[in-house]
């Protein structure tokens, strides 16, 4: 039973002995939250901690530990046997981008479908990324052929207002590279099927100049990182995997031009002597890495630039290899015949790994499947929780607000069934999502994903 009258006595009350108490904080019990299990990760230490407490008051963290004392009148959310931990994050997504188990009925729909249409399902791509406990997901890329949207500013803004509900999103707009290269949206098409070549408006660039023009138009246009794709890749039709496709010159501006408006840059990169030409031009991250040899790592390590690797995008299709054109598939098998090695390399190497997943080739909102993936090839379980919180938060430049369970962050919290650091399998039945202090889910997920996702999600091997 409710008594409005004594309820308003009571805050003013604790409104007076606020003042009364200075700098004493006096939380307002109405919208306190304790969460509360049997272990917790904080995002940066070495180790789980028992019995683990975190105190949530408005959008942010105000006491986080173990066996902490509940405020009067907090709210306690007690999820027993489970594991608290930071908000994950993907640092490699595009959640305008429909999976599709068949690569020509996709290339065949995007043509199809009205952007605004791709819009709106995106809407369902983000709430089955946050329903899977990843808060925050930088996204690199996203293009439509032929057409002028920026629909990745879009589903931001519309998740920063409130309106979708969705991961945190820095995004990258059109990703940047050479004509006829891995971006090029026109490759593969007959030539002149959408009237003109595309230019730096559609991110492609052949120039220093035309490098620094195409960041700047990107930016102006909402871009948060600049995205760019200095080799070949596996998903294009008229190029080799590992071949470098913007000159060292064109990498130098890009980067430059980038770093001076504030703004990161991420470049796709399998082939290794594009990526150490990358890495000279001062990049601060390299996705995928295919081919990068032991010593271009060591490159990596020392100049303190991210690997991303994005294992479940390699393991996916080599799980459907029979769905891709024959010449996508010999290039498929050569990327992760050397993958493996590459990052167990890495591994040893010490080189920053960020945990990131190239969703879309895979469905949306099972991104959590890399961590098996990396375990398996030689990361330790928490290392691979750490890559997805704090070394994330790291290269996405969001340290400062999230990535940790730390006082005074944002309070973007997860819980996992079990232990993970036991069986890390347990980050792919994450059941409570809290973003910003606001609970996302507690139970089962609300995003009702296709017949053939929602059978992959529960095995336990990629794409079987
Ligand atoms: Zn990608």
Same mark, same amino acid.
């Given at each position: 039973?409710?008594?409005?009258?004594?309820?308003?006595w009571?805050?003013?009350?604790?409104?007076?002995?606020?003042?009364?108490?200075?700098?004493?904080? %006096?939380? $307002?019990?109405?919208?306190?939250?304790?969460?509360?299990?049997?272990? +917790?990760?904080?995002?940066?230490?070495?180790?789980?901690?028992?019995?683990?407490v975190?105190?949530?008051?408005?959008?942010?963290?105000?006491?986080?530990?173990s066996?902490l004392?509940?405020?009067?009148?907090?709210?306690?959310?007690d999820?027993?046997?489970?594991?608290?931990?930071?908000?994950?994050?993907?640092?490699?997504?595009?959640?305008?981008?429909?999976?599709?188990?068949?690569?020509?009925?996709?290339?065949?729909?995007?043509l199809?479908?009205?952007?605004?249409?791709?819009a709106?399902?995106?809407?369902?791509?983000?709430?089955?990324?946050?329903?899977?406990?990843?808060?925050?997901?930088?996204?690199?890329?996203? !293009?439509?052929?032929?057409?002028?949207?920026?629909?990745?500013?879009?589903?931001?803004?519309?998740?920063?207002?409130?309106v979708?509900?969705?991961?945190?999103?820095?995004?990258a707009?059109?990703?940047?590279g050479?004509?006829?290269?891995?971006?090029?949206?026109?490759?593969?098409?007959?030539?002149f099927?959408?009237?003109?070549?595309?230019?730096?408006?559609?991110?492609?660039?052949?120039?220093?100049?035309?490098? !620094?023009k195409a960041?700047?138009?990107?930016v102006?246009?909402?871009?948060d990182?600049?995205?760019?794709?200095?080799?070949?890749?596996?998903?294009?039709? %008229?190029?080799?995997?590992?071949t470098?496709?913007?000159t060292?010159?064109?990498?130098?501006?890009?980067?430059?031009?980038?770093?001076?408006?504030?703004?990161?840059? /991420?470049?796709?990169?399998?082939?290794?002597?594009?990526?150490?030409? $990358?890495?000279?031009?001062?990049v601060?991250s390299?996705?995928?890495?295919?081919f990068?040899?032991?010593?271009?790592?060591?490159?990596?390590?020392?100049?303190?630039?991210f +690997?991303?690797?994005?294992?479940?995008?390699?393991?996916?299709?080599?799980?459907?290899?029979?769905?891709?054109?024959?010449?996508?598939?010999?290039?498929?098998?050569?990327?992760?015949?050397?993958?493996?090695?590459?990052?167990r390399?890495?591994?040893?190497?010490?080189?920053?790994?960020?945990?990131g997943t190239? /969703?879309?080739?895979?469905?949306?909102?099972?991104n959590?499947?890399?961590?098996?993936?990396?375990?398996?090839?030689?990361?330790?379980?928490?290392?691979?929780?750490?890559?997805?919180?704090?070394n994330?938060?790291?290269?996405l430049?969001?340290?400062?607000?999230?990535?940790?369970?730390?006082?005074?962050?944002?309070?973007?919290?997860?819980?996992?069934?079990?232990d993970?650091?036991?069986?890390?399998?347990?980050?792919?039945?994450?059941?409570?999502?809290?973003?910003?202090?606001?609970?996302?889910?507690?139970?089962?997920?609300s995003?009702?994903?296709?017949?053939?996702?929602?059978?992959?999600?529960?095995?336990?091997?990629?794409?079987?």
């Open positions: 039973m409710k008594f409005p009258g004594c309820y308003r009571s805050r003013a009350i604790l409104i007076i002995l606020n003042f009364a108490v200075g700098a004493v904080p %006096v939380w $307002a019990a109405d919208n306190v939250i304790a969460l509360k299990a049997h272990r +917790l990760f904080d995002g940066k230490s070495k180790s789980l901690v028992p019995n683990g975190v105190i949530v008051q408005g959008d942010k963290i105000i006491d986080v530990g066996n004392g509940i405020p009067d009148g907090a709210r306690v959310i999820l027993g046997d489970a594991t608290l931990a930071p908000g994950f994050m993907d640092a490699h997504t595009h959640l305008t981008l429909d999976y599709s188990s068949d690569y020509n009925a996709r290339r065949l729909n995007e199809d479908l009205n952007v605004s249409e791709q709106i399902i995106a809407t369902t791509h983000a709430r089955a990324t946050v329903e899977a406990g990843f808060t925050t997901v930088r996204d690199l890329g996203s !293009r439509f052929v032929g057409s002028r949207e920026f629909v990745d500013v879009a589903l931001r803004n519309s998740i920063n207002k409130g979708v509900v969705g991961p945190r999103m820095l995004v707009t059109k990703g940047i050479a004509t006829g290269g891995h971006f090029d949206p026109t490759s593969g098409f007959r030539d099927l959408f009237g003109r070549e595309p230019d730096y408006t559609d991110g492609i660039i052949d120039s220093p100049d035309d490098a !620094r960041v700047r138009f990107e102006k246009n909402g871009a990182v600049i995205k760019a794709a200095v080799s070949g890749g596996v998903l294009s039709l %008229v190029d080799e995997v590992d470098p496709q913007l060292p010159a064109e990498m130098a501006a890009l980067v430059d031009e980038s770093h001076r408006l504030r703004k990161k840059v /991420a470049v796709h990169c399998h082939g290794d002597e594009a990526a150490r030409e $990358a890495i000279e031009a001062g601060d390299i996705e995928h890495g295919s990068v040899k032991p010593e271009t790592l060591t490159r990596m390590k020392n100049k303190g630039v +690997l991303t690797p994005t294992l479940m995008a390699t393991e996916w299709i080599m799980n459907k290899l029979e769905n891709y054109p024959p010449v996508l598939q010999a290039k498929a098998r050569a990327a992760a015949v050397a993958r493996s090695d590459m990052f390399n890495a591994v040893k190497l010490g080189v920053k790994i960020s945990f190239d /969703a879309a080739v895979f469905p949306h909102g099972q959590a499947r890399e961590f098996k993936l990396m375990v398996d090839l030689g990361m330790q379980p928490i290392e691979a929780l750490r890559s997805a919180t704090a994330d938060a790291e290269l430049g969001v340290a400062q607000k999230t990535g940790t369970l730390e006082k005074g962050k944002l309070a973007d919290i997860i819980a996992m069934p079990g993970p650091s036991a069986d890390i399998t347990a980050t792919e039945r994450v059941f409570f999502v809290m973003k910003e202090g606001k609970i996302i889910r507690n139970g089962p997920p995003v009702h994903v296709g017949a053939e996702e929602t059978g992959a999600a529960k095995t336990a091997v990629p794409g079987d």
